[in-house]
T-cell receptor, first 116, second 116 residues
Framework: DTGVSQNPRHKITKRGQNVTFRCDPI?????LYWYRQTLGQGPEFLTY????????KSRLLSDRFSAERPKGSFSTLEIQRTEQGDSAMYLC??????????????FGNGTRLTVT | AQKVTQAQTEISVVEKEDVTLDCVYE???????LFWYKQPPSGELVFLIR??????QNEISGRYSWNFQKSTSSFNFTITASQVVDSAVYFC?????????????FGKGTKLTVNP
């Protein structure tokens, strides 16, 4: 069990640029979640996958955001035309299944995005 | 609507003191799940405990204990004989519905500093 891995750890980009983050969940975990955390706040749910299917999206996930999990293993989160308000820590989590009430979520260290 | 309130933004104690972190929640569901997570400076959220709405028994795990009171919609967390390694941000979270929804709603967190 190597834990949930997120890359990069930090990303600085200029407003208007596109960025992509990667999350590698714990192997054999079929559920994968993305959360966003801004300074001084708790994490906010963005979306989750069961295997390769994206089953729920928060209204926080605007049209500029897209997440994929093409083979049911790693996932990518892309933000197009970044805005300063996108600056945050993006957290990925995985679980073996059954939702957070059955299986605790295992979180990665996050990707910190700064939009200048 | 579901909501989690952690009124204490920051707490500072001296090592070996006991400290209680407060959590008050709001939900319309009769079935729900409550969680505590720890976020050390490294950023990775660490699961501490999960509690369902039908189990009001208090729980103790080593120096950690949790007091769940449905009458006051509270799920407080006590650390006994605090240690410097307990310094972190602690989040309370809620998941609604039978089996729990996929979404965790987090409070804003309480930053605990334990001084030597």
């Amino acid at each position: 069990d190597t834990g949930v891995s997120q890359n990069p750890r930090h990303k600085i980009t200029k407003r208007g640029q596109n960025v992509t983050f990667r999350c590698d969940p714990i192997s054999e975990h079929n559920r994968l979640y993305w959360y966003r955390q801004t300074l001084g706040q708790g994490p906010e749910f963005l979306t989750y996958f069961q295997n390769e299917a994206q089953l729920e999206k928060s209204r926080l996930l605007s049209d500029r955001f897209s997440a994929e999990r093409p083979k049911g293993s790693f996932s990518t989160l892309e933000i197009q035309r970044t805005e300063q308000g996108d600056s945050a820590m993006y957290l990925c989590a995985s679980s073996p299944g059954g939702g957070p009430s059955y299986s605790p979520l295992h979180f990665g260290n996050g990707t910190r995005l700064t939009v200048t | 609507a579901q909501k989690v309130t952690q009124a204490q933004t920051e707490i500072s104690v001296v090592e070996k003191e006991d400290v209680t972190l407060d959590c008050v929640y709001e939900t319309r569901d009769t079935t729900y799940y409550l969680f505590w997570y720890k976020q050390p400076p490294s950023g990775e959220l660490v699961f501490l405990i999960r509690r369902n709405s039908f189990d009001e028994q208090n729980e103790i795990s080593g120096r950690y204990s949790w007091n769940f009171q449905k009458s006051t919609s509270s799920f407080n967390f006590t650390i006994t004989a605090s240690q410097v390694v307990d310094s972190a941000v602690y989040f309370c979270a809620l998941s609604e519905g039978e089996g729990g929804s996929e979404k965790l709603v987090f409070g804003k967190g309480t930053k605990l500093t334990v001084n030597p």
